[in-house]
C-alpha cells in the first residue's frame, strides 16, 4: 500500500535523524505530515526553505547568522577579547550571556551535549572546530559555561580532557554555589555541598 | 543575532507542531538543521518535497497512498465487504491485519490517539472524517482494532460514545486475552483477568 519508490520510508528516515527523534516518532510526524499536507507539510517545507536560503551556523561560533555574515557580528567584531573564549552548549546560551553584560570575549558552542539518552556522542558536538579554533587563534582562557546537569558536567569533563595538551592556556568553568535571592533552606544537597566544597575566603 | 525576519522563530514553530515535539526538542532540531545544512538540512527538504509530490493521506481511510489513486486500492477494490469498518491507529495496523488474512472489511485510521501526554485531543483524530463515512456507507459493523494501552482505552470509549447515534450499527471490538503460545505464568495480572472476564463457553 505504501508506495513502492520507497519516498514514505526515506522521509521517516529523515525525520528519524533529527536529535531525540526515534523511529517511531518519525514515523508518527510522517503521518502526519501527510495527514495535514495543505497545512503543516506546506508550512514546514516553507519554513525549511526559508531557513536554508536566510540562515546559517556562524561557521565559527555555532550561533544562528545570515549568509552574508558568516562569521557573525560578535565573532568579526573588534570590541571583543580574542584571549578568552567562552563555550556554551546551545547558541541560546549566547543571548543569556549577552544580557547579563559580565563577558567580552568570544564565544563557541557545542550545539549539543553528550547524551546517552538522545544518542549524541563527541562527533555530534562542534569539538573538531573548537580544536581548530585554539591553534589559531591567540585564546590564553577558555570558560566553560555548560549546564549543570550530568550530561553536560560529562561534556564539560571531555571538554577538558581534549584542552590538556594545550599547556599554557587556562581551563575555568562558570562558579557553582548559591543561587541569588534565595535561602539555604531552599537549596537542593548537590547544589550546597558544591557553595561549601567551593567556599571562598571573605576579603 | 538571530535574524530579524523571524525565520529561524517560524521554523521552530512549525517543527513545535509535529506531533510529540515540545518547543525545546523543536529548537534542537533546527539548531541541528543549521548546523548540518549540507546534509540533514538538503536531505530532509528533499524528502519532503518528494513525500509532498508523490504521496498523500487516503482521503477515505487515511492509508499512505499516491495523489493518482486516491481513494486507495483497499478502498475502491469491489472485493471488499462495504458492511464492516475496522478502526485502527495508524496506517501500519492495516498493514499488519491484511498480513494476518482474517479482515476482508473497509479500514479507517485515525492517525493518532487520545494522548495527554503528546497534546493530541479527539480534533487530532480522523473522527470527523469517521461520521461522515457512516452516514455514507451502509456499514452495519464497526472493529475498534485500537491497541490494549490506557490511551488507546480512553480513543476506544471516545469513538463508542461518539458512535452511539447509530441505533442499528453494531460496535465491536477485538477480544483482549492470552496470547497464542504464551503460559499462565507469562502473563501479567491485567491480560489474565481479562482472559477470565471473558472466558467463553466450550461447545
Do not use: W
Not at 556554551?88 to 547524551?115: M, Q, T
Amino acid at each position: 500500500m505504501i508506495n513502492a519508490d520507497g519516498c514514505f520510508e526515506h522521509m521517516v528516515d529523515c525525520l528519524n535523524r533529527l536529535p531525540g527523534i526515534g523511529i517511531r516518532t518519525a514515523e508518527r510526524m510522517a503521518y502526519r505530515l501527510l495527514a495535514q499536507s495543505d497545512t503543516l507539510m506546506r508550512d514546514l517545507r516553507e519554513a525549511l526553505d526559508r531557513a536554508a536560503a536566510g540562515l546559517r551556523c556562524c561557521e565559527q561560533c555555532g550561533a544562528v547568522t545570515t549568509p552574508d555574515q558568516n562569521p557573525c557580528r560578535l565573532c568579526v567584531s573588534p570590541e571583543r577579547d580574542d584571549h578568552i573564549l567562552c563555550v556554551v552548549e546551545s547558541p541560546e546560551d549566547i543571548l543569556v550571556l549577552e544580557r547579563c553584560g559580565s563577558f567580552r570575549g568570544r564565544y563557541h558552542a557545542l550545539l549539543g551535549k553528550l547524551s546517552a539518552h538522545q544518542g549524541d556522542g563527541p562527533a555530534d558536538l562542534r569539538l573538531d572546530r573548537l580544536m581548530r579554533r585554539l591553534e589559531h587563534e591567540p585564546v590564553a582562557e577558555v570558560v566553560l559555561a555548560l549546564n549543570t546537569d550530568v550530561e553536560s558536567d560529562a561534556t564539560a569533563a571531555l571538554i577538558a580532557e581534549r584542552l590538556r595538551p594545550f599547556k599554557k592556556m587556562k581551563v575555568t568553568r562558570l562558579a557553582h554555589g548559591l543561587p541569588a535571592g534565595s535561602g539555604l533552606v531552599y537549596s537542593d544537597p548537590v547544589t550546597l555541598g558544591r557553595a561549601m566544597a567551593g567556599r571562598q575566603s571573605v576579603d
